[in-house]
């Protein structure tokens, strides 16, 4: 079972053909709201390959809060663990989409009433866990306390470590694999990428986008080039990634195995609109690997 533990937002998607300057008001093309959140995202790229997937999350007792979790239980993730909120709204994502790339901001909302006491009421379901996703979305002091469950249980964690300013250090060591963007690598470790890999072998594990992924064997620098495609929306790239990741974990394969896995259901991700419309089912990703 893979057990994803964050967050769930409504995203509003603006598409404009720039981004406007300070004080400059421009008028965008489309307007779109699709369900999305980190957490959520994860959740259903899992599920959408085939896993055995549960949601523990918190949402607003509200329309965004009601459509998010029965477009979870429709891409068959079990929601029972996910808490409606009667003192904040669901949480949203502003997204501005121009020349191929994206700019967030998130409000939080009631991703924030995921508190370290639902963690630890929720020990059995973590605890029946093959893996645990995480994210930065929710509270740090929620995020430490799954770690600390983990730990204790030896379930492996997958982090993505974003938004990467709320990442703390001493959660390395809880974690079995990180996932950060070359951006959010540099912010983490200030230092060069090469030398980053080399403090964690066979742990951390970089995303660069149009230039594949890399990450340390203990040996030698591992590189899986990106698969080339027509990418359309990168919103849910690095979600998909990693939901893949969990999957091929869950499912027992080799790291390079898993990697080469997750590295060509992110390509697939990225040719639709919307963070998980492109999400794949595992027999595209087998068909994308094979050619």
């Not at 993730?77 to 989409?97: M, P, Y």
């Not at 121009?98 to 630890?120: C, H, K, M």
Request: with cysteine; glycine share 8%.
């Amino acid at each position: 079972m893979i057990t994803v533990i964050g967050s769930m937002n409504m995203d509003l998607v603006v598409d404009t053909v720039r981004i406007p300057e300070n004080g400059e008001t421009i008028l965008g093309k489309d307007f779109y709201t699709f369900p999305g959140g980190k957490g959520a995202n994860q959740a259903v790229a899992a599920a959408r390959l085939g896993g055995n997937v549960h949601m523990i999350a918190c949402v607003g007792n509200d329309v965004f809060g009601t459509e998010l979790t029965r477009n979870l239980f429709d891409e068959g993730v079990n929601t029972a663990n996910v808490s409606f909120s009667s003192e904040k709204s669901t949480g949203i994502a502003n997204i501005i989409l121009s020349e191929n790339d994206n700019r967030i901001i998130v409000v939080p909302g009631a991703n924030y009433e995921l508190t370290p006491q639902t963690i630890e009421d929720l020990r059995d379901v973590i605890k029946t866990s093959d893996v645990v996703v995480m994210q930065l979305e929710i509270l740090p002091d929620t995020v430490k306390a799954v770690l600390k469950i983990c730990d204790e249980l030896e379930i492996p964690v997958v982090m993505d470590p974003a938004p990467a300013q709320y990442f703390e250090r001493e959660m390395i060591s809880s974690i079995r694999y990180i996932t950060p963007n070359q951006y959010e690598c540099e912010q983490l470790f200030g230092v060069e990428l090469d030398e980053a890999l080399e403090m964690y072998p066979n742990k951390l594990i970089v995303t660069l986008g149009k230039d594949g992924v890399r990450y340390f064997d203990g040996e030698k620098h591992i590189h899986v080039e990106a698969i080339q495609t027509n990418a359309v929306d990168t919103t849910g790239a690095g979600d998909t990634f990693n939901g893949a990741l969990a999957f091929a974990i869950s499912h027992q394969y080799a790291l390079h195995d898993a990697v080469k896995f997750a590295n060509a259901a992110s390509s697939l991700s990225v040719e639709k609109l919307g963070a998980q419309t492109g999400m794949p089912t595992k027999e595209a990703v087998e068909e994308r690997l094979a050619r």
